[in-house]
């Protein structure tokens, strides 16, 4: 008989947190603590994950690394939004972030697939109650790749409508990788989403320029990427996958999305990390653009009825 997952709770920078291994020896380890992955190994001893490195880092959310980003994701212009004629006023300390980490999950499941679940409750920044949910597995291919999936859902549980929108921010390092000038990249999008010095879409439809589908760079060199794409192209299987490769190994990640879940992808090469900058790479699915509270274009992506919820799943997938 097959062995099957195993999830057991340990302690990490303090907090709990839970150890998923699987039967083929990956392992992830998600921190109770803003449902925070810290650690993907999809091999024993390799490590493809450029998490927190200490509690200090994990409670500020230092360079959003693994952030589950919910009730908003990406920056929001002027810490100011306007939804239904309300003017809001958002904390300076997470107007960049959002919300979801600074809550304490609660286990909800811990069979095949680690459930936790939080609820963040009204506040001056946001004066809804919304639940967040996350689901984290480990699955592996015939052809030796191994996956985490995630899957993330922000329910709307107050009684008026409220503006949700959901993404996800890991960064990733390769086998044998040692800065991220050395890898290629592939971005399966029509539109680039053209933004400002702050990381904030420009007005309008003048924040949508087309490119050459696929985005695709052979080698990164010094160039520097803070970047979001959308107009993403689905493959033969309905997902859209954007892929980071090491070219003298092969190594690769790749992230896979649902466009009509998370129509936005987030590159960011790592250039204003406080520590080790340009060692790590990010490829982060989310439901909508940047600032897109303040967005007219994208009111109907982030407008959630009572009771009713918005959902991604995205999966990533090691291969060498």
Not at 9 to 34: C, L, M, N, Q, Y
Not at 69 to 97: C, E, H, K, M, N
Not at 177 to 202: C, F, H, Q, W, Y
Not at 276 to 286: F, G, Q, S, V
């Amino acid at each position: 008989m097959m062995a099957s997952t195993d999830i057991s709770k340990v302690d990490k920078f303090g907090h709990a947190a839970w150890e998923i291994a699987s039967p083929t020896g990956a392992r992830a380890i998600v921190s109770e603590r803003g449902a925070t992955l810290l650690s993907w190994q999809p091999e024993p001893g390799v490590e493809v994950l450029a998490g927190h490195q200490s509690k200090e880092e994990l409670e500020a959310g230092a360079g959003a690394r693994s952030m589950i980003l919910a009730p908003w994701s990406g920056p929001i212009a002027d810490a100011t939004y306007t939804f239904d004629g309300r003017d809001i006023q958002v904390d300076d300390a997470v107007r960049a972030y959002s919300l979801a980490y600074l809550q304490d999950f609660h286990v909800v499941s811990a069979g095949t697939t680690l459930s936790m679940e939080t609820v963040i409750k009204p506040c001056d920044s946001y004066p809804w109650t919304c639940q967040v949910s996350v689901h984290f597995s480990l699955d592996s291919g015939a052809d030796g790749e191994e996956h985490l999936s995630i899957t993330l859902e922000a329910k709307n549980l107050s009684d008026e409508p409220a503006p949700i929108a959901v993404g996800w921010h890991p960064y990733f390092m390769l086998p044998g990788m040692e800065t991220v000038s050395n890898l290629g990249l592939s971005i399966p999008a029509r539109t680039k989403i053209l933004t400002d010095r702050r990381g904030v879409p420009l007005p309008g439809e003048s924040a949508y320029g087309g490119v050459n589908t696929p985005v695709v760079i052979d080698y990164l060199g010094s160039a520097s990427l803070n970047d979001y794409y959308r107009g993403l192209v689905p493959d033969n299987y309905g997902v859209v996958a954007t892929r980071v490769v090491t070219p003298s190994t092969n190594a690769s990640v790749v992230l896979t999305q649902e466009p009509g879940e998370a129509a936005v992808v987030h590159i960011d090469t790592g250039d204003c990390l406080e520590r080790d900058p340009r060692t790590a790479i990010a490829l982060a699915p989310m439901s909508a653009v940047a600032d897109s509270f303040n967005r007219p274009d994208a009111v109907g992506s982030v407008r959630v009825e009572p009771g009713q919820s918005r959902q991604m799943t995205a999966t990533l997938t090691f291969r060498r």
